[in-house]
């Protein structure tokens, strides 16, 4: 089973740049498919960007060209690069796990870290 904790969240300007980081424990992390979602105030969460267990990547409309996935086999970690922020883009950012096959759809992850904040000022 796979173990996740986020890090690199914080408080940008508009326009700024962050890199979240999604370290994974357990000896199943090279077959997993890793997804990022976020959950604003009120809202639902979503999927923000995910990459297959052999690289393959994914991205939500509104982050597409701003924002990179990627993923370090060796080191049990999934980054996800943030770049031309936005205040909308404010939330609490979730690395999320499952076996192989990447979707965009929460309830289909099992495993989840604890989040970090993101927060972009305008």
């Known amino acids: 089973q796979v173990q996740l904790v986020e890090s690199g969240g914080g408080l940008v300007q508009a326009g700024g740049s962050l890199r979240l980081s999604c370290a994974a424990s357990g000896r199943t992390f090279s077959s997993s498919a890793l997804g990022w979602f976020r959950q604003a105030p009120g809202k639902e969460r979503e999927f923000v960007s995910g990459?297959?267990?052999?690289?393959?990547?994914a991205y939500a409309d509104s982050v597409k060209g701003r924002f990179t996935i990627s993923r370090d086999n060796a080191k049990n970690t999934v980054y996800l690069q943030m770049n031309s922020l936005k205040p909308e883009d404010t939330a609490v950012y979730y690395c999320a796990a499952r076996f192989r096959v990447l979707t965009t759809t929460p309830r289909d992850y099992d495993v989840w870290g604890q989040g970090t904040q993101v927060t972009v000022s305008s």
């Open positions: 990459i297959t267990w052999r690289g393959g990547d």
